[in-house]
């Protein structure tokens, strides 16, 4: 009788070499796939020579780097190439030496009750259409902005690149901006605009004198702003320097924000020129993460209880659609989005642009200050010139500054107060479809055909 022959128990099993091909196989897809597709965001030509020593010296007590928020997305669809820093340094300073034309508006002046003025919707639309250039447009300071002359001074004297941020209600940290070429300091200003509370904060930790008629942490001017006189609502301050920097900075060419929450990691001087000069844009922010429609934004926003007064949020948004607005389509294009992420902003102080921020102010001063849900209405409406956009992938964003969580424990007499709990509604903005004058909008977003 012959002697039988066996197979390895290996191969005995069709299932067992069918699984161990089908994961070998997956293995090397997915290994050649994140090779082959991974694109840096941030590209520099050459090095630069950046300053070694840190900017300031925190006390262990105040924890500057307490919450950072990781960052998981490194690789980009649209990378950013920066150019050499000292050749970027000589374009920019000759750009603003060389700045010439009206930059400015007719800014209406006059007194009124609120720091934004009071104007019915009607009449902030009127002022969309710009053609022409002898009207006055509202762009707040119809009360003072309560700061000293020494600061006002100072920023008067800001004639090239301004950095802004703010901290109203101490909510956040001031933390130092890294990556800076060796002469950016010389060329680029850094205010911190901050209320009494972040003042007494700032003190506490013996970060400044009280005694002092100006302060000074590393790289940031810090800018004492009385809001006693201002809004109630510590968000709603914030906004002055956010989006009227070209008012409180008539001199400057160029201007970033950067929300207190953020900590810039390239040097500005790069980004103004990647994200603005290269492109002759009037303005570059980054694109939402998540959402394209404002709707979605406007949704979120009462879901996420981002502001607790749902029916003014209602309001709002019936407002808008009432008088226009649309969602996103490729009609819109170029612009990719009608939702940025507002934490980032660097902008040119050009007409266009400044008239657009002035807009945009007036809507936050009627409504709240939640500038993702007037941009695009704001933009969409600009006549007879719309601002000049580069609306970058968030994974740029990501990449030039790092985030981390606001202030856990608030000090007390904080004056972070939202929207009116007494108004608060559903947290659905437009639960059992509530919002009739958005009927056509929302089937437009959800890709529903209707008849007019």
Request: charged share 20%; aromatic share 12%; with cysteine.
């Amino acid at each position: 009788m012959g002697k039988a022959t066996s197979k390895p128990l290996l191969f005995q099993s069709k299932l067992l070499c069918f699984s161990l091909l089908y994961l070998s196989t997956t293995f090397f897809l997915a290994l050649y796939s994140s090779l082959s597709s991974t694109t840096k965001c941030l590209f520099r030509s050459s090095p630069f020579d950046p300053i070694q020593s840190p900017l300031f010296s925190y006390p262990p007590t105040y924890g500057e780097h307490k919450y950072a928020i990781p960052t998981l997305r490194s690789s980009c669809n649209s990378p950013v190439f920066f150019s050499d820093y000292w050749v970027v340094l000589k374009e920019i300073q000759e750009l603003c030496r060389n700045s010439t034309g009206a930059r400015h508006p007719k800014y209406m002046q006059g007194t009124d009750a609120s720091f934004g003025g009071t104007f019915s919707t009607q009449k902030r639309i009127s002022y969309f259409d710009y053609s022409d250039v002898s009207v006055e447009l509202p762009c707040g300071f119809f009360k003072e902005f309560p700061i000293s002359n020494y600061d006002r001074l100072a920023m008067e004297k800001c004639n090239g690149v301004v950095v802004v941020s703010a901290i109203f209600g101490d909510h956040d940290k001031i933390r130092q901006p890294k990556g800076l070429g060796s002469k950016t300091l010389d060329n680029v200003c850094f205010f911190m605009f901050v209320d009494d509370s972040t003042l007494k904060g700032l003190d506490r930790h013996n970060l400044i004198t009280r005694k002092s008629k100006e302060y000074s942490i590393g790289a940031w001017r810090i800018v004492s702003v009385s809001s006693e006189n201002l809004y109630e609502n510590a968000a709603m301050n914030g906004v002055i320097p956010k989006h009227l920097a070209h008012r409180l900075f008539p001199n400057s060419i160029y201007s970033i924000w950067i929300d207190a929450k953020l900590q810039l990691v390239v040097d500005p001087l790069l980004l103004i020129h990647s994200l603005v000069v290269s492109g002759n844009v009037d303005m570059a922010v980054s694109r939402h993460p998540y959402f394209v429609h404002t709707m979605e934004e406007a949704m979120a926003t009462a879901r996420w209880k981002k502001w607790l007064d749902v029916d003014s949020l209602k309001k709002q948004m019936e407002t808008y659609c009432e008088n226009g607005l649309q969602p996103w389509t490729p009609n819109k294009l170029p612009y990719p989005s009608d939702v940025p992420d507002s934490a980032l902003i660097l902008r040119k102080h050009s007409l266009i642009s400044n008239q657009f921020s002035c807009l945009l102010f007036n809507e936050l001063a009627a409504f709240n200050p939640r500038d993702q849900l007037a941009f695009a209405f704001v933009r969409d409406h600009m006549n007879p010139n719309k601002p000049k956009l580069n609306m970058f992938d968030v994974e740029v964003f990501e990449q030039v500054a790092l985030e981390f969580r606001h202030n856990i424990k608030q000090v007390s007499g904080s004056t972070s107060n939202q929207g009116s709990r007494s108004n608060r509604a559903s947290p659905d903005l437009c639960v059992n479809s509530s919002c009739s004058r958005c009927h056509s909008y929302l089937l437009k977003m959800w890709g529903e055909s209707y008849e007019q």
